[in-house]
């Protein structure tokens, strides 16, 4: 495959990357196509790559949702690369155990935990698959989010950057960095971002916390040196069943400002 280099003039070729399960893609699915997939077809050739779990069901009191999936709703996505993979096996042994012993940030008896370190393995998995096909421009997405704005500007803004450059959404980062989606520019910033999991006992031990998703986000950006650049890029999360979680897409500044002077 031809390596698209910014200023050569060649149309670049774009991934995207799905990562999890897909648990509500028949509900996003447009919203993916309308403001994810279409307008990065104007913009360069789109090579789809998706790691997937394998589960036909959902039980996860955190979020409320608990009943059946679909274990074949990903061909929705006709990815260009697939892989699924059986939960619990990427599990290795010692990993869980290890971090779990420093903490459980959510307190539900390291439920949510063990479905952080499920998605970051699925994050790794999708993003060597990408790498591996030579990728410069990646763009990660998670497919039970409803998209309300397209990412062209920022796949723009990626295509025409020198340096590698992580775009992350501004809103909901809990002072730390959003890990909800990202546009990624550049292979020492798509391992970073994409590889961060690889950190995640790191990141512990250094600390001596509990891990937090968002902060890995941070921790694995600042480690590797990478430039993150912050977008007003919204999409709200949706359940199994299609319901769409209500987001709070407010910079962090103006909740800070809100919260100090009192304004509704």
């Given at each position: 495959m031809e390596t698209f280099r910014a200023g050569s003039g060649a149309r670049p070729t774009i991934a995207v990357c799905f990562f999890g399960i897909t648990r509500s893609l028949r509900y996003t699915l447009p919203s993916i196509t309308a403001n994810v997939l279409e307008p990065l077809r104007q913009l360069g050739d789109v090579r789809v790559y998706a790691h997937f779990f394998e589960q036909a069901e959902i039980?996860?009191?955190?979020?409320?949702?608990?009943?059946?999936?679909?274990?074949?709703?990903?061909?929705?996505?006709?990815?260009?690369?697939?892989?699924?993979?059986?939960?619990?096996?990427?599990?290795?042994?010692?990993?869980?155990?290890?971090?779990?012993?420093h903490g459980d940030f959510w307190k539900d008896d390291n439920r949510s935990l063990r479905n952080l370190l499920h998605q970051l393995h699925s994050?790794?998995?999708v993003t060597g698959m990408a790498l591996e096909d030579g990728m410069e421009i990646c763009v990660f997405c998670r497919p039970d989010l409803r998209y309300h704005d397209s990412l062209a500007p920022a796949v723009k803004r990626a295509i025409a950057a020198r340096d590698p450059l992580v775009q992350l959404p501004?809103?909901?980062?809990?002072?730390?960095?959003?890990?909800?989606?990202?546009?990624?520019?550049?292979?020492?910033?798509?391992?970073?971002?994409?590889?961060?999991?690889?950190?995640?006992?790191?990141l512990c031990q250094t600390r001596n916390e509990a891990l937090h998703a968002e902060s890995l986000v941070k921790y694995a950006m600042i480690r590797a040196g990478i430039r993150v650049r912050q977008i007003p890029t919204r999409a709200s999360r949706v359940r199994f069943d299609g319901t769409e979680v209500e987001e709070d897409f407010r910079h962090p500044r103006a909740i800070r400002i809100q919260d100090r002077f009192g304004i509704d």
């Open positions: 039980d996860n009191p955190r979020s409320g949702e608990k009943g059946a999936l679909d274990p074949t709703e990903y061909r929705l996505l006709q990815a260009d690369r697939l892989m699924l993979e059986r939960p619990e096996t990427c599990l290795e042994p010692g990993w869980f155990e290890t971090i779990a012993a994050l790794d998995a501004c809103w909901q980062s809990w002072f730390a960095m959003n890990d909800r989606f990202a546009v990624v520019r550049g292979a020492r910033a798509i391992a970073a971002y994409g590889q961060r999991g690889r950190l995640a006992v790191e």
